[in-house]
């Protein structure tokens, strides 16, 4: 059995709470490359370049790509022959949190009780999803999720016959309704199947996935290409003001579910999509 202690696992996750707010991931500099590439509208194309201008500001300055900074996602597997050793791993990961924000001047967002609205002062609790898997190493995923975004998240649970047309039309209509208020261009993560917690659970996860990396199923890579076309054909482009750059990505993952019911969820990510991975 392997050993890893926590203090590894702190010092893990500080780096990449500020890397993620720092430095923008080398997928959503592509598409950005890309989209200006192909962009019609002058004006579309000039507010990805400034984008750009914002994302080369930050990572040589060090500076927040954005004021919201987010709540902190972490996806963790842990190998089942693994120990943690010197405390406990959610500890550990909170306390990296704490001292990414700290000592990466990142504003704290989160708040102790939801009605009360006390600010907890250091960005904690992050939310954490386990997987225990085999092997000896600890995977994180981690994303910083802002709240511009992450407020036009939709769940809804269809009928079975409403089939692969009525979670299309449930994604275009979200989408739709979100307009300029997540930021756009915009990532698209979509859950399918599981319960309502599952499928919303499938929707935040399937945002770490990089841009342009599909899923393996070929209907759903299938899915995944249609309604990127679909929405970038919608008009809204970036910040809201016109173009064919509404989004970069449309990316979905799917779970078993019950004879009677098609959960959907849908989560979306801003322009900046802070998210990485390390395993320790």
Known sequence: MRELHKEEIILAVKEMCITINYQLSQDVLHAYQAACLKEES???????????????????????????????????????????????????????????????????????????????GDNTPAIIYYDIVPGEKLKIMLSAKGFGSENMSKTKMLKPSDGIRGVEDFVIESVIQAGPNPCPPIIVGVGIGGTLDKAAYLAKKALLRPI?????????????????????????????????????????????????????????????SRHTEKVL
């Open 42 to 120: 002058s004006l579309s194309r000039e507010i990805m370049e400034n984008l750009i201008k914002n994302a080369d500001i930050a990572r040589e300055r060090d500076l927040p790509l954005c004021q919201d900074t987010g709540m902190v996602i972490v996806f963790v597997e842990i190998g089942q022959d693994l120990h943690i050793a010197g405390g406990d791993v959610t500890q550990a990961i909170q306390e990296g949190v704490r001292q990414g924000y700290r000592e990466g001047y990142l504003r704290k967002s989160v708040v102790k009780d939801p009605l009360i609205r006390e600010n907890t």
């Open 212 to 272: 342009g990396k599909y899923n393996e199923l070929q209907h759903i890579q299938e899915m995944e290409k249609r309604l990127l076309e679909k929405i970038n054909n919608l008009g809204i482009g970036p910040q809201g003001l016109g173009g064919k750059t509404t989004a970069f990505g449309v990316q979905i993952e799917v779970f078993p579910t019950h004879i009677a019911g098609l959960p959907v969820a849908v989560n979306l990510n801003c322009h900046i």
